[in-house]
């Protein structure tokens, strides 16, 4: 995911404590119940697709302009699914994050899927029982996108 602009000015003073963060993520189910998934450029890994909202961005708006942004595939927002606080991470470079996933499942409206940006090696269209490899970040997230009850988590191990 690259640094947004407005985050690499709140490092140039904060240096590498441990900023809060928002964070948005997609999972984008087109017609026939597929998952939009893209092959991130950072890691080499299969996920969700998601990112970080600007300043004064609506998180369900950020959803759409980041699938756009990343797989040229136009979606509507259907519902929240997931809200998580994740595990404190560092990154390569020492800089630390913890971010606040707001979850949405979205629906394709429009577009081919193709790598749009610099943060994708590939992207596609995956049926449920056809997944590659993912984490349990994107596994939890899918999972919850295609279930219509609540989940309820046990506090003490969320993190």
Known sequence: ????????????????????????????????????????????????????????????????????EETAVRCVPERVVLVQALAPVTYANGDRCQYMDITFRCRAIGGEARVNDDESLEVGWFSVDALPALSEFALLRIKQALSEAPTWFDPTNLL
């Not at 004064?56 to 708006?61: L, S, T, V």
């Open 1 to 68: 995911m690259a640094t947004p602009d407005f985050i690499r000015t709140i490092r140039a003073s904060a240096g590498h404590q441990l900023l809060w963060l928002p964070g948005v993520t997609a999972v984008v189910l087109d017609d026939d119940g597929r998952v939009l998934l893209g092959r991130r450029a950072d890691n080499g890994q299969w996920s969700v697709i998601g990112g970080i909202p600007e300043p004064g961005e609506q998180p369900a708006a950020c959803a759409v302009r980041e699938v756009y």
